[in-house]
């Protein structure tokens, strides 16, 4: 009788000792499959982060070129004025210069 006795604790041991390490196993694949479903989640993150930084990006260049395209058209026009202005004054020094030459030789 205390032979079974003891021969029933042992069993009972090595099946606590079995259902020990089951639990070990079991607890090591969740935390795996957690840093695994972890690392999927990180990554669609950063993917998503770096999506939305180039929409931003795109649309802070877009917005840029709004605001520079008129100033960029205004600093067109005043280059033209500037170059139609110097060709007027470039033609009033070539007849000047004309009627010098033509006072100095007297004919021309």
Do not use: N, W
Not at 19 to 41: D, F, G, P
């Amino acid at each position: 009788m205390l032979v079974d006795m003891i021969k029933d604790i042992r069993v009972a041991e090595d099946q606590a000792e079995e259902a020990k390490r089951k639990a070990h196993a079991e607890a090591r694949k969740i935390v795996q499959e957690a840093e695994l479903k972890a690392s999927e989640v990180f990554q669609k993150s950063l993917a998503a982060a770096e999506a939305e930084g180039r929409d931003i990006v795109a649309a802070a260049e877009k917005e840029g070129q709004s605001l520079v395209a008129p100033i960029q058209q205004r600093a067109e026009q005043e280059i033209e004025k500037v170059i139609g202005a110097a060709r007027e004054k470039q033609e009033a020094a070539i007849t000047k210069v004309m009627e010098r030459i033509v006072k100095t030789y007297g004919h021309i």
